[in-house]
């Protein structure tokens, strides 16, 4: 007897897919996405799987599925129509209506088990006026609706917003989860693992362990372009907020020996670090905490260095206890000489490092396998980094899809998950095979 199918639809670079596989040791048999840039990226990863790139409301499922069973369907509808971050701005009445293409294919196909994922203001989901604005008085009425077309189909329901940084991925990006069922099991929600204090489970993992700590960036008392008075401000609070109070010391050897490239090395250097955004009103984040929310705009989070020497003398500085002076990239003038003190010495700001975080390093932020491909397509056609981020942000996160799948679909596991094929390029233009 074949084994019943699984179905990712909006299947994007494959997050769900993977997460998927973590769980169950099988690859997702088909996928589905408009999008042909993110099925190619799918393709490099799930070569197994039949890729349809098609509008998933008029997608003949049937058809691929002939006589067998679907045993889970995963739907991740695109979330912009939805989310709080798209503020007032007039809503996409074709991206809100998506929800009703997973009504379409369980009626069509009846899987035994659904799981959906979205942003959590889709349980506002409600109908537009003229102007393409939510209409406050019948918010939730569309959401309702769907919900009980999908429980006239025979599905029992239940839903939860979940962190996934309580469940052990190093990000805080939190989001609404549907399961659908109708082969008579009770719907199942994962234990939690992790909380931020780790009172009585385990600590949140700070995104620092997936920094690569062998690239600080340029410092930008070299730079001949004067970085935008915004990124300036931003990182003058950072700073303030995250270096002058409770500062993270890297300890990572690979940071000093970067360091090293600039300035002799010098047993009284320390550098802190902190993640600095650049969107809205955000300061950034201490890296001791999972990443925040990733999203498909690249150059959103930059790693921000702070290079400290050890304070001696009476004169140049000033105390933490005012706001630091304003950040200068000309050399001549020096950069700002905040008096730090750290374990009961004082320390002065000599440089600072900045770059933005890198799509590999996203990656592992957002909870994929470290060989999980995103940088080139299955032809090993390379993807510019734009669209590396974009895949990242767009993604379900990987071990939220794992251990939703874990405990509600446990009958369709066939073994675990093989890694992908690592293929890195040395400095001499040679391959190196992991």
């Known amino acids: 007897m074949r084994e019943p199918l699984i179905i990712d639809c909006f299947a ?48 003949d499922l049937k058809k691929y599925i002939e006589d067998r069973k679907v045993g889970l369907l995963w739907a991740s509808p695109d979330c912009t129509g939805y989310s709080k971050a798209k503020g007032s701005q ?45 209409i406050k008085e019948r918010r939730g009425e569309e959401y309702q609706k769907f919900i009980s077309a999908m429980k006239s189909l025979g599905y029992t329901f239940d839903s939860k917003e979940l962190i996934a940084a309580d469940y052990g991925a190093p990000t805080t990006r939190k989001r609404w989860y549907a399961i659908f069922r ?52 931003r990182i003058n609070k950072g700073i303030e907020r995250y270096v002058c109070s409770n500062p993270y010391i890297v300890s990572d050897k690979r940071a000093y020996d970067y360091l090293s490239k600039y300035y002799e090395k010098d047993s009284e250097q320390k550098m802190c670090t902190f993640i600095t955004k650049y969107y809205h009103t955000c ?82 932020m957002q909870g994929f396998p470290e060989d999980y491909i995103i940088d080139r397509d299955k032809n090993f056609n390379k993807y510019p980094l734009a669209e590396q981020t974009a895949r990242i942000g767009n993604s379900v996160v990987p071990i939220m899809a794992q251990k939703l799948v874990e405990v509600n679909c446990p009958e369709l596991k066939i073994g675990v998950r093989i890694p992908n094929l690592v293929i890195k390029e040395e400095a001499n233009n040679q391959l190196k095979f992991a």
């Not at 929800?99 to 009626?107: C, D, F, N, T």
């Not at 949140?204 to 300036?232: F, H, M, N």
Request: some cysteine; charged content about 25%.
């Open 12 to 59: 994007g670079g494959g997050g769900a897919s993977v997460g998927i596989e973590m769980a169950l040791g099988r690859s997702v048999d088909i996928a589905i996405n408009h999008d042909e840039n993110a099925i190619i990226m799918h393709e490099a990863n799930h070569p197994e799987t039949i890729h349809l790139t098609e509008d998933i409301f008029k997608v």
């Open 90 to 134: 007039p809503r996409s009445a074709s991206i809100r209506m998506l929800p009703w293409s997973v009504y379409k294919h369980a009626k069509a196909i009846s899987p035994a088990v659904i799981i959906m994922e979205n942003v959590e203001e889709i349980q506002q989901w409600g109908p537009l006026d003229e102007e393409g604005k939510v």
């Open 283 to 364: 300061v950034g984040q201490p890296v001791t905490e999972p990443i925040h929310t990733i999203t498909t705009s690249s150059g959103h989070f930059g790693l921000v260095t702070a290079f400290l020497i050890k304070y001696y003398g009476t004169g140049g500085g000033q105390r933490v206890t005012k706001p630091l002076a304003t950040i200068t990239t000309k050399d001549r003038f020096g950069l700002v000489s905040g008096v730090i003190e750290i374990d009961g010495e004082k320390y002065v700001l000599k440089d600072i490092f900045l770059r933005m975080l890198k799509p590999s390093e996203l990656k592992l």
């Open 182 to 233: 109708k082969d008579g099991k009770a719907i199942k929600w994962p234990e939690q693992t992790h909380s931020k204090d780790g009172n009585g489970l385990l600590k949140w993992v700070p995104c620092c362990d997936y920094i690569d700590w062998s690239d600080l960036g340029e410092p930008i008392s070299k730079r001949t372009k004067p970085i935008a008075q915004s990124t300036v401000e």
